[in-house]
């Protein structure tokens, strides 16, 4: 009930629903719309509040300012503090603010969140580990399309992402060219030939492999075509064969049962 009241999506002014089963999810999504809103908040989410500190004409040195001497936009600056702390209460249900409303700064308040959903130093490591085995682990078997093996490779390099840890564009585009069928072997030839694997883009990759993959769905569907087809002639054929070959009978039959009689009454 509590999500529904919430209205997502349909105001920029709220930040994404906190998702605990989709932390990672969340997590990127959060980060893009703090950063869309003001590059200052991020930086205080990961960095730290910002210091009431001005630069002493006197001393030359930045030195504590007392709030009742602190100029207008010193002042601007550190109410982006509080901004920050906002724009993450925003996004989370009761529950979850319960767990963080002891926390002083945006900063305390998101790596709470970090270590409860994401996990500490260790379990963060022994995710990455696994992630990275299941990255060079990844082949496409020869039935799966291109659409959903690109799906299951993308929430792998965005979860590594989300920890951190990540693979060049470079490597990404060789690992799913490798991890193809080998059906597919002569268009990577032709890709390798054709392309700068350096600079080439995953997404573009994607959308060659993808043009290919229809191309061949309609060689195939075209040759299954003609099969049925030339069935259908061929059992046509059989047909008219078989119905030939049954008359044929009935008349031998017959012009045998006329023989027959004709030596019986010939006997009698």
């Not at 999504?29 to 630069?55: A, C, M």
């Not at 490779?153 to 490798?178: G, H, Q």
């Given at each position: 009930?509590e999500s ?12 994404p629903l ?20 003001d590059l200052?908040?991020?930086?205080i ?19 504590i300012?007392p ?20 724009v ?12 963080i ?30 992630l ?16 959903n ?28 060219l ?9 268009k990577?030839?032709?890709i390798e ?16 492999l ?8 309609k060689?195939?569907e ?6 049925e ?5 061929a059992?046509k054929?059989?047909?008219?064969s078989?119905?030939e ?15 027959n ?8």
């Amino acid at each position: 009930m509590e999500s529904e009241k919430y209205l997502e999506g349909q105001s920029m002014q709220r930040p994404p629903l906190f998702e605990s089963d989709g932390f990672i999810y969340w997590k990127n999504r959060f980060e893009t719309y703090v950063k869309s809103k003001d590059l200052d908040l991020w930086h205080i989410i990961t960095n730290g509040d910002f210091l009431p500190f001005q630069n002493n004409p006197e001393t030359k040195k930045d030195e504590i300012v007392p709030f009742d001497k602190q100029n207008d936009d010193l002042k601007r600056k550190l109410s982006k503090n509080n901004e920050a702390k906002m724009v993450i209460y925003n996004a989370l249900p009761r529950k979850e603010y319960e767990r963080i409303f002891m926390c002083e700064t945006a900063k305390d308040i998101w790596n709470s969140l970090l270590v409860t959903h994401q996990g500490n130093n260790q379990v963060k490591d022994n995710k990455i580990d696994l992630l990275v085995q299941q990255y060079e682990q990844f082949t496409i078997p020869e039935e799966e399309s291109i659409d959903n093996a690109f799906a299951k490779f993308n929430t792998i390099i965005t979860s590594l992402k989300a920890l951190d840890e990540s693979f060049s564009s470079k490597n990404c585009v060789r690992k799913f060219l490798r991890a193809l069928h080998p059906k597919w072997r002569a268009k990577v030839t032709a890709i390798e030939e054709s392309k700068n694997l350096t600079t080439l883009p995953l997404d573009e990759l994607i959308g060659n492999l993808k043009v290919h993959e229809e191309i061949i769905k309609k060689d195939s569907e075209t040759v299954k075509s003609k099969r049925e087809q030339n069935r259908s002639i061929a059992l046509k054929a059989r047909k008219e064969s078989s119905d030939e070959n049954s008359s044929s009978s009935d008349s031998e039959d017959e012009e045998y049962g006329v023989r027959n009689f004709k030596k019986f009454f010939k006997a009698r």
